[in-house]
């Protein structure tokens, strides 16, 4: 038998999960700004201490709404200095693959140095004030950053993860 080691590239600090079932598709304000929070909480940090938010980001003008507006509230001002992308812009919707995959590509960036961009970015006036990371992948060393992740049906799942 060969026996294969693994070198960790990153530790859950936290998780932060509600269910809401609001509606099928759109997101729920409250329920994402309490697994937002969960997250944080349960990694015993501030949210001064997030360096990164890989947003859900799926490009829909609601949900993206929905999501910023959460970002907002939990991070007040600070959220100005926090880079957000979305991976999905690159990989597609993958569903029920999509916390995973992005949370794999966001800890391999963070090796890297960098944050993976949102590509085909369309600017909207209403994100001004939001550090959107629009079609190159910009250097930002970083190793503590928060992922999240919304389902069908008012799921929600947000990770906190440190780079090791």
């Not at 990153?10 to 509600?18: D, I, N, P, Q, Y």
């Not at 890297?112 to 994100?127: A, E, Y």
Request: aromatic share 6%.
């Amino acid at each position: 038998m060969v026996k294969h080691h693994l070198t960790p590239r990153a530790e859950v600090l936290g998780v932060g999960w509600t269910s809401d079932a609001h509606h099928f598709t759109l997101p729920n304000r409250g329920t994402i700004v309490q697994a937002i929070g969960q997250a944080i909480e349960d990694a015993e940090l501030r949210p001064e201490d997030i360096e990164y938010i890989n947003a859900h980001g799926t490009s829909t003008s609601k949900g993206d709404k929905v999501e910023i507006e959460s970002l907002r509230e939990v991070f007040g001002a600070d959220l100005a200095r926090i880079p957000v992308s979305s991976n999905k812009s690159q990989i597609g919707h993958t569903l029920g693959a999509a916390a995973a995959i992005e949370a794999a590509l966001s800890i391999e960036a963070m090796h890297q140095g960098i944050v993976l961009p949102t590509v085909n970015h369309i600017p909207d006036p209403d994100f001004a004030d939001i550090d959107l990371v629009p079609n190159q992948a910009r250097r930002h060393p970083h190793r503590v950053f928060l992922s999240n992740a919304f389902g069908f049906g008012g799921t929600n799942c947000c990770v906190v993860f440190r780079g090791v």
